[in-house]
């Protein structure tokens, strides 16, 4: 075979495998091809090279292609894994907010006189659970030493107790209280009169429940040295304001 044909042929072998030369050339090589085994062979070569880069391109554009999908995937799982989350968080913090005040009938609460310390009671539930426990203080009684004050309990519950937490409480305990004058000190409290500046120790001596102002009121527990003087004072509210205060302690 002629070398300078085959030469020519060789030159034109890119233009014909990308199917860019005339449609003479392509006639003239594949007519030199018939004839020339070594041309022939250059071709498969050449055909060759060019496949494999294609096919290397193909599984790489393959696996990019699914790279792309799973990242995409593994976006959304975490976008709505956050959504869930907030959603939960701001759900679950509602629920507990959201309070409702707990009857003296629901609640169950009692103050009890504790087995070991018998100058210590304790405020123990056997009712509803509670979400929030509250107390304020109304005084009793002052003199020059001590200010003498009652506890006003109420209790509250929200959704999130009444749904994920509906089993009664069992003696759970709450507080103590002392009828000890010296264990039932609490706190102080300063009194201005003019110039004269005087410290006074808190002491509780009665405790109340009452689920929300206005209703009834029930009395926990009182001390034994003030017992006189609250239920005098109790006997006098409910005369002018009807049976508004209740001795449950009894």
Known sequence: MDKLECKIVKDLLPLYIDGVCSEESRRMIEE????????????????????????????????????R????????VIAAAVVL?????GLSVFMQMAETPISYEDIKVSVVQDKK???????????QSYAGW???SELVKEDDKYQYEAEIVH?????WTRIFERKPMKNEVSFSYSSDPQDSVYGTVTDVDGTKKSTKSIRTVAVYYQ????????????????KKLVYQQIDDLNAVAGEKIIKADQ
């Open 155 to 159: 209790c509250t519950s929200s959704l």
């Open 69 to 76: 999908k799973l990242r995409k995937r593994y976006l959304i």
């Open 211 to 226: 689920a929300t102002p206005g209703s009834p009121r029930y009395l926990l527990w009182v001390s034994d040295d003030f």
């Open 117 to 127: 310390i018998p100058t210590q009671y304790n405020m123990v539930f056997n009712g």
């Open 85 to 89: 989350i907030g959603l939960w968080t």
């Open 134 to 136: 509250y107390g304020e």
């Open 32 to 67: 030199h091809l018939a004839q020339c085994a070594d041309c022939e062979k250059t071709l498969r070569q050449m055909q060759t090279q060019v496949e494999k880069p294609q096919q290397q391109d193909e599984g790489k554009g393959a696996l990019q292609k699914i790279k």
